[in-house]
């Protein structure tokens, strides 16, 4: 293999711009690879083949705890390509490294329905399936056919159908079992073009009232989105932050019915399977630590599912934070809050 062909390995690579909770780490190593042909030349490098490695999409869903003792191989393999259509869907696959509001608002444009709901998420496409990413009532998985990863150890591209991602929620199995164990290069889509609209979640039909939208198209649902979460959610570009740093803990419905009866006003959204998802921001404010902050760690005044970095804040400092929430949380109402970002 002609070594020069391969792609570019840079030492002591910065990482503070290319995560949104802005930690100012570094890696040992850094890479970008913008095909397959390219992270297969990578894994023929001893570099690779001696250290440790962590994939980086794109920096929304990471908090870097601690420098980074390895090589970071960014994911950027591009792409958009209608794979076959009919009367009823249109599908698609994705490079992993195409931003993932650049892709709903393409499947706006062609007026294919599915990702609405979806609107103004962070980070790639490659990460969606992996934490089986969902807002306003609708998770990936129910658009999802298919996707192709490379094993990282043998080289060899394999194919996962949805039975196989195991998806839960916002869980799969590479967030599991098959954790670190392959990078996603595409995945493939299953878009409506006869949308059935999902506006039964949070405020989204109240702020589409107060718009005197009463038909919605799934335009209409995407900026009904955008507003919620634009007045609800810090910029990363003025305010470090990696969106919702928790998951809203799914509880047993008789566990919910007790803990109404201590809590009356407590929220709680009915799953299918007997179960009640509950706000985790409901529980963090109640426990006092809405608008808190320890130095330059915090929780946003707004919104406190969302930890920010005021400016200097390390990662320590940000899990540090994380921890005295899960363990407040934890007792005063009996549950473990899981975070929802990759810590690394």
């Known amino acids: 293999m002609n070594v020069s062909s391969k792609p570019a390995i840079k030492k002591h690579a910065s990482l503070k711009p290319v995560n949104t909770l802005h930690i100012d780490a570094t890696a040992d190593y850094w890479t970008e690879i913008g095909s397959p042909d390219d992270l297969l030349k990578v894994?023929?490098?001893?570099?690779?083949?001696?250290?440790?490695?962590?994939?980086?999409g794109g920096g929304s869903n990471v908090l870097f705890a601690k420098d980074f003792h390895g090589?970071?191989?960014?994911?950027?393999?591009?792409?958009?390509?209608l794979i076959s259509e009919d009367n009823r869907h249109a599908i698609i696959e994705v490079g992993a490294?195409?931003?993932?509001?650049?892709?709903?608002?393409?499947?706006?444009?062609?007026?294919?329905?599915?990702?609405?709901?979806?609107?103004?998420?962070?980070?790639?496409?490659?990460?969606?399936?992996?934490q089986n990413i969902g807002a306003y009532g609708v998770e990936l998985e129910s658009v999802f056919v298919s996707l192709e990863a490379?094993?990282?150890?043998?080289?060899?591209?394999?194919?996962?159908?949805?039975?196989?991602?195991?998806?839960?929620?916002?869980?799969?199995?590479?967030?599991?079992t098959k954790k670190g164990a392959y990078i996603i290069t595409s995945i493939t889509l299953a878009l409506s073009k006869q949308p059935e609209l999902h506006l039964d979640y949070g405020n989204l039909r109240k702020e589409l009232t107060a718009e005197g939208i009463v038909n919605p198209s799934i335009r209409d649902v995407s900026r009904a989105v955008r507003r919620i979460r634009s007045s609800k959610l810090p910029d990363p570009s003025e305010i470090g932050n990696a969106g919702s740093f928790f998951k809203n803990p799914v509880i047993p419905k008789d566990q919910f019915r007790q803990m109404q009866e201590i809590h009356p006003d407590i929220p709680g959204f009915q799953l299918a399977d007997d179960r009640v998802k509950v706000p985790a921001a409901w529980l963090i404010e109640?426990?006092?630590?809405?608008?808190?902050?320890?130095?330059?760690?915090?929780?946003?005044?707004?919104?406190?599912?969302?930890?920010?970095?005021?400016?200097?804040a390390t990662g320590q400092e940000l899990l540090e934070l994380a921890r005295t929430i899960q363990e407040e949380v934890r007792g005063q109402f009996g549950i473990q809050l899981e975070p929802e970002v990759n810590i690394v």
């Open 43 to 56: 894994m023929d490098t001893d570099i690779f083949n001696h250290h440790a490695h962590f994939i980086l």
């Open 71 to 81: 090589l970071i191989i960014k994911n950027s393999l591009p792409g958009i390509t």
């Open 97 to 130: 490294g195409v931003v993932w509001d650049d892709l709903v608002n393409y499947s706006l444009q062609q007026g294919w329905g599915g990702l609405e709901n979806l609107s103004m998420i962070p980070g790639l496409t490659g990460a969606a399936p992996i």
């Open 150 to 176: 490379i094993h990282l150890k043998t080289g060899r591209k394999e194919k996962f159908d949805k039975s196989m991602c195991r998806f839960g929620y916002r869980e799969s199995i590479f967030k599991t």
């Open 286 to 312: 109640r426990c006092g630590f809405k608008g808190k902050r320890m130095g330059d760690a915090g929780v946003h005044e707004r919104h406190a599912l969302i930890l920010v970095n005021y400016g200097n």
